[in-house]
């Protein structure tokens, strides 16, 4: 038996499968992950457009990639960056995890509980069918809300922990729905990596 083994949790759901990591990097490993990522990342603060009305995006961001590969949601279209060996030794801890290959990464800085992400699937046509979508969490712990889109009863919760992974298989990125909620409690930023795959359209 291996006693080093991560405290690995497995969701088989309606249409989605999750793996969840809560230790995937120990506490110190997270925490010098979270200042250098926060530290030295060129944030951006974009405009997003949602019928037709244009909003600051309720969070900062950077996108990562092997390519030059733009990625496009909301009416943002981002450049990409080359990968920082940070980066790079994430992405393969993350890859080995896997057994899956990443060529970009979306980074998400949520300043406070102001900073939110709102419902959505990450469903982008340069994903292809069936994403897996590998998200690491450094920083303050918030919850992680997925709801099936049809199934109402299918609605449920993970709070993200500082140093955690979470897989995302499946259809879930079709039938379910995920979000960052904002809160009224006063808490300290988080960083959130989301590892995907482009394909060439
Ligand atoms: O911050 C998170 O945990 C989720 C991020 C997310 O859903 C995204 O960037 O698409
Ligand atoms: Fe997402």
Redesign the pocket.
């Known amino acids: 038996m291996d006693l080093f083994s991560e405290e690995k949790q497995h969701f088989i759901l309606p249409n989605a499968e999750l793996i969840y990591v809560p230790d995937f990097f120990n506490t110190q490993e997270a925490s010098n992950y979270f200042r250098i990522i926060k530290d030295q990342t060129n944030w951006q603060h974009d405009d997003i457009t949602v019928f037709g009305k244009t909003y600051k995006q309720p969070?900062l961001?950077a996108l990562f990639g092997e390519t030059n590969q733009t990625y496009s949601?909301s009416n943002i279209t981002m450049h990409p960056e080359a990968f920082t060996e940070d980066l790079l030794d994430i992405k393969s801890k993350v890859e080995k995890f896997s057994d899956e290959k990443f060529n970009t990464l979306?980074i998400?800085l949520?300043r406070d509980g102001s900073d939110s992400?709102g419902w959505?699937a990450?469903n982008e046509k340069e994903l292809g069918i069936n994403p897996i979508?590998a998200?690491v969490?450094f920083g303050e712990e918030?919850p992680?809300h997925f709801k099936h889109r049809t199934i109402k009863s299918e609605r449920h919760k993970l709070i993200?922990a500082h140093g955690s992974l979470?897989l995302m298989k499946g259809e879930m990125q079709h039938y379910w729905l995920?979000?960052?909620a904002k809160t009224k409690r006063n808490i300290e930023p988080?960083i959130?990596l989301?590892f995907r795959k482009l394909v060439t359209l």
Request: charged letters at 20%.
């Open positions: 969070r961001t949601y979306l998400n949520y992400n959505h990450d979508i998200s969490s918030r992680f993200l979470l995920h979000q960052i988080r959130n989301t």
